[in-house]
């Protein structure tokens, strides 16, 4: 048996650390954002009743199996379930791969490139950009914001993006404004 302060000091120090990467983890796989604080409570007891009998070795493997167990059980005792839900769930193995260190500095080199990725789009791009997927505001609000069209923003997140991309991929990153093709009537063919 483990005594109750090594148990609160264990959960403070190996639960509470990865509270924000277990709610994205039952975000992703759960169908109702209105339940995740529920589940993330259901977590919380059955990980601190496992634990109260022996701290695991791997505490991140040990919360992320206890969080699937605790969905896939909710998906089967629901009265109106998914079928592919509960199989959808069990083909969940929680990927502890995006905790290590290595894993880190890999994110944090991708932002890096992001952030030169956007420096070099223009202004007005790159604002619309910002905007729109890192404030999360919609085309309307940004439309309204800045006080251009919604074609305007929309027009500006494709090409925005799509020089994003292509400097995430190697390229230059420069935007690519799609070339006017002139359009030539000509008339009835004799």
């Known amino acids: 048996m483990v005594t109750r302060e090594a148990l609160n ?3 403070r120090l190996e639960v509470l650390r990865r ?3 277990l709610t994205q983890f039952i975000s992703r796989h759960w169908h109702s954002s209105d339940e995740l604080l529920d589940i993330r409570q259901d977590v919380y007891e059955r990980v601190l009743l496992g634990a109260s009998r022996a701290l695991p070795d791997l505490a991140g493997p040990y919360i992320f199996t206890v969080a699937r167990n605790v969905m896939i059980n909710r998906a ?3 009265k109106i379930i998914k ?5 959808e769930l069990e ?3 929680p990927d502890m791969d995006w905790l290590t260190p290595a894993r880190h ?6 932002l890096r490139r992001v952030q030169a990725g956007l420096d070099i789009l223009p202004p007005r791009c790159r604002e619309i950009l910002r905007l729109r997927k890192v404030e999360g505001l919609t085309t309307r609000e940004v439309s309204q914001q800045l006080g251009i069209g919604i074609d305007a923003v929309e027009q500006q997140v494709t090409l925005g993006m799509r020089a994003l991309i292509d400097f995430m991929h190697g390229g230059d990153g420069r935007v690519q404004r799609p070339s006017r093709a002139r359009t030539i009537k000509h008339g009835p063919v004799s």
């Open 9 to 11: 000091a264990w959960f």
């Open 19 to 21: 509270e924000p990467v």
């Open 91 to 93: 083909q969940v193995v």
């Open 83 to 87: 079928i592919d839900l509960v199989a």
């Open 105 to 110: 500095l890999e994110a944090r080199e991708e």
């Open 76 to 78: 089967r005792r629901a």
